[in-house]
Nanobody
Framework: QVQLVESGGGLVHSGGSLRLSCAAS????????MGWYRQAPGKQRELVAS???????NYADSVKGRFTISRDNAKNTVYLQMNSLRPEDTAVYYC??????????WGQGTQVTVSS
């Protein structure tokens, strides 16, 4: 059973920083994509950033230059460093692991609130 545990969310002022972590357990394969998504109230869940097992990164245009995704394959952990946060970054942030077979798993989500 794959489990994803997110941490690091919270309340921060505009311009501040937060670092999210997502630790995966029960992983039985090494090749997979790890990603962060977010969902604001009344909006659809959207991709924020993703990183492959080989280290290739992809970012939403809205976070390029402000957010950095990284992973520690030995620890099955993915991180999201968020700098220069804006009120519009307020959302529940979800971790997702996707095997290349297409099987995927979601974390429970962590709230990020940016005050103006």
């Amino acid at each position: 059973q794959v489990q994803l545990v997110e941490s690091g969310g919270g309340l921060v002022h505009s311009g501040g920083s937060l670092r999210l972590s997502c630790a995966a357990s029960g992983m039985i394969r090494s090749s997979y994509v790890m990603g962060w998504y977010r969902q604001a109230p009344g909006k659809q869940r959207e991709l924020v950033a993703s990183i492959t097992s080989g280290g290739s990164r992809n970012y939403a245009d809205s976070v390029k230059g402000r957010f950095t995704i990284s992973r520690d394959n030995a620890k099955n952990t993915v991180y999201l460093q968020m700098n220069s946060l804006r009120p519009e970054d307020t959302a529940v942030y979800y971790c997702k692991v996707t095997y290349y077979s297409g099987t995927y798993y979601w974390g429970q989500g962590t709230q990020v609130t940016v005050s103006s």
